[in-house]
Structures are given as C-alpha cells and as structure tokens.
C-alpha cells in the first residue's frame, strides 16, 4: 500500500495570505495526484487532479505541483471560504486508492 | 446537474447487515464506474470499494472483502452496498463517488452527503 503523508497536520493562516501544504507519497505516484477540500458536515470536493489540474469550477488561487513523491498545494490568497480540511490522494496504484491524513487549514 | 444520495445508514449492532443506497441523478450513470469511500467519525478519508460502469470488474478494500458487496442497477440509476458482519471499526460515514472520467485509475468528482452507519450494542 502507498502511504500518503501530508504536512503540516494544522495550518494557521491569516485571510489574504498564501498557504502552502505538503503531501509525500511511500513511494513515486508519478503525476497521478489529487487534491480534495472538505469543510464540516460536507462531502469531500475535488481541486486538483494530475497533481497540477484544475477540476471544473475551481478558483485560480488553487494551484498544485509535483511528481513522483513530492506534491504541494498552493492556496495564493485566502478566502474565508478556504478554511477547511485538504487531503491529497494517490490514485497511480489503482485500484487501491489511498488518502493522507489531512491538513486543516484554519484562520489564524 | 449531477447529484448522488445515500440512504439506509443507522444503528447496527455488532455482526448484524445493512445495505446502503446511492441515487444518481444529472448524468448517464450507465457510463461511470462508481466507488464507496467511508470516513470514520473525525478521521480521514478511506477508499471501500469500486464498481466499473458494467459491473464486470469489481474491487474490495482488504479490510472490507468478505464482507461487504458492492452492485449497481443500471436500470434505476442505482449504487448499493450489502455490508454484513459489521464490526465496531466499522463505523463511519459512507459517501458514494463518481469516477472523474470514464478511463480506469482516475479520482471521483462528484460525491454524496453521506450516510452515517453505526455499530454499536
């Protein structure tokens, strides 16, 4: 199984701010990464997928890089609608797909 | 617009059954393989299951297989999960997603609200 490991566990951050969040793979998932926000009390929504793709409706302040076992989220400027829990998931070892454990991204 | 709903979650005691229920509306289901993933009260997300658009090809998490079935009715626009001999670790909510495309080995971009299933005596 690939375990993903995302860091760090709670981000505070101020709105307007840049965010950054880190995602690391056990192993190289090439370019097959995505991203999810979830806020409380919702279903998970897809940002980012191919580790740099926007999924449809998502704002341009989201942005993803990466490869292999290094992936980062970039949030440029926070709004008060980000706040929220982000997980990355592998989905190159299909079909066992597999979550981190979460970054909250909370207001500082 | 696409919309998935769960139902049947509830109260199940420990090595009891229940069967989930996930409605599609808003896409040509027929044409999307589909998955359960669950999430256990204040954790992360975990992949259960997956069915492709045919049903021909069916997956199980390690920890759910033996346990739980999957299946679909393409006639009714529907996604099931039979789940028996519940256990405690069980307990989660379980959302139905869509595949991002029709290829295989792709993320879900459209998932329910989740039906809660607790296992408890």
């Known amino acids: 199984e690939i375990v993903m490991t995302q860091s760090p566990a709670t981000l505070s951050v101020s709105p307007g701010e840049r965010a950054t969040l880190s995602c690391r793979a056990s192993?190289?998932?090439?370019?097959?990464l995505a991203w999810y926000q979830q806020k409380p009390g919702q279903a998970p929504r897809l940002l980012i997928y191919?580790?740099?793709t926007r999924a449809t409706g998502i704002p341009a302040r989201f942005s993803g890089s990466g490869s292999g076992t290094e992936f980062t989220l970039t949030i440029s400027s926070l709004q008060s609608e980000d706040f929220a829990v982000y997980y990355c998931?592998?989905?190159?070892?299909?079909?066992?797909?597999?979550f981190g454990q979460g970054t909250k991204v909370e207001i500082k | 617009e696409v919309q998935l709903v769960e139902s049947g979650g509830g109260l199940v005691q420990p090595g009891g059954s229940l069967r989930l229920s996930c409605a599609a509306s808003?896409?040509?289901?027929?044409?999307?393989?589909m998955n359960w993933v669950r999430q256990a009260p204040g954790k992360g997300l975990e992949w259960v299951s997956y069915i492709s658009s045919s049903s021909s090809t069916i997956y199980y998490a390690d920890s759910v297989k033996g346990r739980f079935t999957i299946s679909r009715d393409n006639a009714k626009n529907s996604l099931y999960l039979q789940m028996n001999s519940l256990r405690a670790e069980d307990t989660a909510v379980y959302y139905c997603?869509?595949?991002?495309?029709?290829?295989?080995?792709?993320?879900?971009?459209?998932w329910g609200q989740g039906t809660l299933v607790t296992v408890s005596s």
């Open positions: 997603a869509r595949d991002l495309t029709m290829v295989q080995g792709v993320p879900f971009d459209y």
């Open positions: 191919g580790a740099s």
């Open positions: 998931q592998q989905y190159n070892n299909w079909p066992r797909w597999t």
């Open positions: 192993q190289s998932v090439s370019s097959n």
């Open positions: 808003g896409f040509t289901f027929s044409s999307y393989s």
